[in-house]
């Protein structure tokens, strides 16, 4: 008989720790906004999803490529194209694509930006920069960025759950081509990597007389070195009759040495007009960069790439110039994303800049205008499709095959677009947003409301403080105890939180409110919740329950002692 009396008060005093714990855990979840999801039809009519149009695209061609398909550059997507596509995917998804020009290039071109995002959802929210082609060869960069708008399109439309939740917390806005005059010569001079703006490349009074082109039509345009190793010029004409062929190429600068921070210093860019890393005359000479620099300063980018190629070997490079970085960079954050992209990429990732000078440089002026992170992905290197014939005759020394070095054959494009894509997609979606959450319960005579608002990105935390406002209306039966309604919540680093807690007195038995909480911070975006609190719906912490087991307790206590007296 002692042994089941002593079970029955160890149940009782379980019991009252369950109800004790389960009083702290009840939430009111708040009303959740339906998903608008777009239709099941995975293709609409009016729209080729680039790897089908990538489907039979032949490989490498005997040449440069751009040369040997002329104009079209064959499945590369010259400028014609490139519009046509994008006023295609605008057209027949504006569900989630926004087409616009950011302004116009040097000869009148529009620079075309998507912003991709479920526009149903109008919300501010955390926003994200891809930008392609600052240098004109590295044609792949374009087909890198459409890949990745078509990608994430398909898999919205396909309903892909974690990309629907990236576009209603994200605005992905995507610049496939900023060079775009540069990149319309290439046909003709495949070495083009600056923009198109004239000079006066040999200073002989004439700019551009574009005298660089294939004129034993073998599918390269040679870079010619004298006996001495001296840049010569390239296969071409004589135009200006100075006795130097192909001396007088396209003219223009170089746009990723274009930018402000560390503008002209010559470790890291040059001041000749010839140079292949000219800086230009002055920061944001070149319209492409102007009209970059304006875009970029009317928005709130928290992460960005830019997609170049044509180094040795693939690699990610966070921003620095020859390993001295800008003031105040989070190193322990570029070290552990650089890492994570180097991990799903493949990609080498090489800390505080590329290894070697450079100035006046996107990554860096983008993270010193508040940009968190800011990533150049290498994304396509082939040393050995550059290589060198010795003329005997004239004792030079042709270089070829710079297109081969930038850029891979057709048919490997969407392989390489692929890799590229799981880089792209995890700085979008690490880009820190806000979640909000609540918890409703009566304490005493105390309404209390604790929100939670959250980081959920692994890796990057927000971009400074975060703030919570609070708004209630249509209040019966509650008195708020409070006087501010709006809270610092500090700085949320990645999977972490931080708590507040609004408290009313209860008036009356039967109460209601209707309550709307903003969360937002510099470059996140925001998180709102709004519903309606009810007393009927809101769970009283269990104190009576625990009171009323106690004296159960104690009453069988009590009795069992007088039975053994």
């Not at 010795?390 to 692929?418: F, I, K, L, Q």
């Not at 106690?550 to 007296?565: E, W």
Request: some cysteine; overall charge negative; aromatic content about 12%.
């Amino acid at each position: 008989m002692r042994k089941l009396i002593l079970i029955v008060l160890t149940v009782l005093i379980l019991a009252s720790s369950v109800v004790v714990y389960d009083s702290h855990i009840l939430v009111l979840k708040p009303k959740s906004s339906t998903l608008n999801c777009p239709p099941k039809n995975r293709i609409r009519e009016g729209y080729s999803f680039i790897w089908d149009e990538y489907d039979d695209a032949p490989g490498d061609q005997q040449g440069d490529d751009s040369v040997v398909f002329g104009p079209s550059y064959g499945p590369y997507h010259n400028y014609s194209e490139l519009i046509h596509k994008l006023k295609a995917l605008n057209t027949t998804y504006p569900e989630i694509i926004e087409l616009f020009s950011i302004g116009r290039t040097y000869f009148g071109r529009e620079i075309y930006c998507a912003r991709i995002t479920n526009e149903s959802i109008t919300l501010s929210k955390t926003e994200v920069l891809i930008v392609g082609q600052h240098h004109a060869q590295e044609q792949i960069s374009v087909e890198n960025a459409l890949y990745f708008i078509d990608k994430v399109v398909s898999d919205f439309i396909s309903s892909s759950t974690s990309i629907q939740n990236l576009l209603n917390t994200k605005a992905i806005y995507v610049i496939p081509s900023l060079n775009i005059d540069g990149a319309e010569l290439m046909s003709q001079f495949p070495w083009q990597r600056k923009t198109a703006r004239p000079i006066d490349e040999d200073g002989d009074g004439v700019e551009d007389e574009y005298e660089a082109c294939d004129i034993d039509m073998d599918g390269y345009v040679d870079k010619i070195h004298d006996s001495f190793g001296d840049f010569f010029g390239y296969e071409g004409v004589d135009l200006d009759q100075d006795e130097i062929i192909g001396n007088d190429k396209p003219g223009g600068v170089d746009p990723n040495r274009n930018y402000v921070y560390n503008f002209g210093d010559p470790d890291g860019a040059s001041d000749s007009p010839s140079a292949w890393n000219y800086h230009g005359p002055e920061p944001f000479s070149e319209n492409c960069t102007a009209q970059f620099r304006d875009f970029v300063l009317q928005r709130n980018f928290i992460t960005a790439v830019s997609l170049h190629s044509g180094m040795d070997y693939t690699m990610i490079i966070g921003p620095g110039h020859e390993g001295v970085l800008p003031d105040g960079v989070d190193w322990d954050l570029y070290t552990s994303t650089g890492t994570q992209l180097e991990e799903l990429t493949g990609f080498s990732y090489e800390a505080g800049g590329p290894g070697y000078a450079t100035s006046g440089v996107w990554d860096d002026w983008m993270y010193t205008n508040g940009t968190l992170l800011a990533f150049t992905f290498e994304t396509y290197g082939n040393p050995s499709g550059y290589f060198s014939i010795y003329d005997e005759n004239t004792g030079c020394t042709h270089y070829r095959g710079v297109w081969d070095y930038c850029n891979p054959p057709a048919d490997e494009v969407m392989d390489n677009s692929a890799q590229t894509y799981q880089g792209l997609l995890f700085m979008a979606e690490e880009a820190p947003y806000l979640l909000i959450e609540t918890k409703n319960k009566e304490v005493g005579d105390q309404l209390q409301i604790e929100v939670t608002v959250t980081n959920p990105s692994s890796y990057i935390r927000t971009n400074g403080s975060v703030t919570l406002d609070c708004t209630v209306s249509q209040v019966i039966g509650l008195t708020l105890l409070q006087t501010e309604l709006t809270a610092n919540l500090g700085e949320l680093g990645a999977k972490s939180n931080s708590q507040t807690t609004f408290n009313f007195s209860i008036d009356k038995p039967n109460y209601s409110l209707h309550i709307k909480l903003r969360a937002y911070g510099p470059k996140v975006g925001d998180a709102v919740i709004e519903y309606d609190i009810d007393s009927s719906q809101v769970t009283t912490e269990s104190t009576i329950s625990i009171s009323f087991i106690g004296i159960i307790a104690v009453m069988v206590f009590v009795t069992f002692r007088r039975k053994k007296t």
